[in-house]
């Protein structure tokens, strides 16, 4: 508002270090926009100069929120490894707090580790290794702080460690599978039969067949081959691929508890699914 000037010109002080900047104006109006580079509470100056010299100013208060960094996804150097071996993984950040400084931590699932970063203005990277000593089927956490407490997290899942020399799962016989089991026919139910056997010989794929027939439901499984195999005490958990009818590409996985060691029944769980 000004009633005796023609023309004008504008700076603007944002508050946070950065250098004065003129704007433009159009007519009586104007606008700008800045990108802040860190939270905080700023004060943003503005000054308007007439054609006679004189100039008003004033001043308006801006709050700016902290954004927690997001992580990218985990690339693991394998997700199959036996114990006692040595495991890389590796994810990259970003943060639009470009003037933030960061920290990570790893959680390989059976212990806490810190992360290394390789920090660049707005994003990083992070690594680590880890040897897992004991057989188990783990999720890896990679968590990632900012000075101001925003917290980023990405998830691994899954990266099996096994023990060649654990032992074998082997066993056969039959249940009755339940209304809802099998998704297919969820009406279905009757008794099913199975039979498998796996033991690691030389390598890391264990060798073996496992095969189930559920007949009200039309299902002839037989697996084509095995993935990996984890026993854990009484508790072993076996994937790899197979055919039902006799085609087609699936992955199974199979849960077993041995009940003699654990003073209980037997549990088993056998879970198929279309790999397409």
Partial sequence: NDPDSTNWTGTVDYGDGSNIQPFALLGTNFSFNHIYKDN???????????????????????????????????????????????????????????LDTHTASWNWGDGSAPGFITETEGSGSVSNSHIYSSPGVYTATLTVSDKDGGLGTSTYQYIVAYDPNAGFLTGSGNYDSQIGWDFQ??????????????????????????????????ISFSSTSYQWLVILGAKAILKGNGEVNGSGDYTFLISAIDGSQTGSQNLFRFQIKDSS
Avoid: C, H
């Fill in 185 to 218: 026919n969820n009406q279905s139910s009757g008794k099913t039969n199975f039979r498998l056997n796996s033991k690691y010989t030389t390598g890391n794929t264990p060798i073996g067949q496992t095969k189930l027939n559920y007949k009200n439901g039309n």
């Fill in 40 to 98: 905080g509470v700023y004060l943003i100056s503005i000054n308007i100069t007439d054609n006679l010299g004189a100039t008003g100013n004033t001043t308006v208060q801006v709050i700016v929120n902290n954004v927690s960094p997001s992580v990218g996804v985990i690339t693991p150097s394998t997700s199959l490894l036996e114990i006692n071996n040595s495991i890389t993984a590796t994810a990259t950040f970003i943060d639009p707090g470009v």
